[in-house]
């Protein structure tokens, strides 16, 4: 299993797809994963950040790849200006934080009780 926050939920799923061949990572839990990009990458002045644009050809593969979708959870803040578009991806179980903020969500206590809750289902 595992667990994500933003970057992490995209890595989480490119390995799930690309490097475990094995079988290895059961399911995966993100938190505020910029599934579908974030409208606001394109001006960002890091190219560690552009790499969220919406029409990146990276996670537009990662898009069009719904294997592995049902045995993610995603969750996400009711609203989270890193992430505008939010977190929902197609065929995952989705799930709406009741807090709002990109990093807020993982000190929150309701979020982290969703979490864990996540975590152990």
């Known amino acids: 299993m595992i667990l994500g926050h933003s970057k992490g939920g995209i890595i989480g799923k490119t390995m799930m797809?690309?490097?475990?061949?094995?079988?290895?990572?059961?399911?995966m839990v993100t938190v505020n994963s910029p599934f579908s990009g974030s409208r606001w990458a394109?001006?960002?002045?890091?190219?560690?950040?552009?790499?969220?644009?919406?029409?990146?050809?990276?996670l537009l593969?990662?898009?069009?790849?719904l294997d592995v979708n049902s045995r993610i959870t995603s969750?996400?803040?009711?609203?989270d200006l890193h992430v505008p578009e939010g977190s929902h991806l197609p065929g995952a179980r989705n799930?709406?934080?009741?807090?709002?903020?990109?990093?807020?969500?993982?000190?929150h206590p309701a979020s982290r009780a969703a979490i864990l809750?996540?975590?152990l289902d």
């Open 75 to 79: 969750l996400g803040a009711r609203a």
């Open 117 to 119: 809750a996540a975590l």
């Open 95 to 107: 799930v709406t934080l009741p807090v709002d903020g990109h990093f807020r969500p993982l000190g």
């Open 17 to 27: 797809l690309d490097t475990d061949t094995g079988g290895r990572i059961d399911r």
């Open 42 to 58: 394109r001006f960002a002045p890091n190219p560690s950040i552009r790499v969220f644009r919406t029409t990146d050809r990276h």
């Open 61 to 65: 593969r990662l898009a069009d790849r």
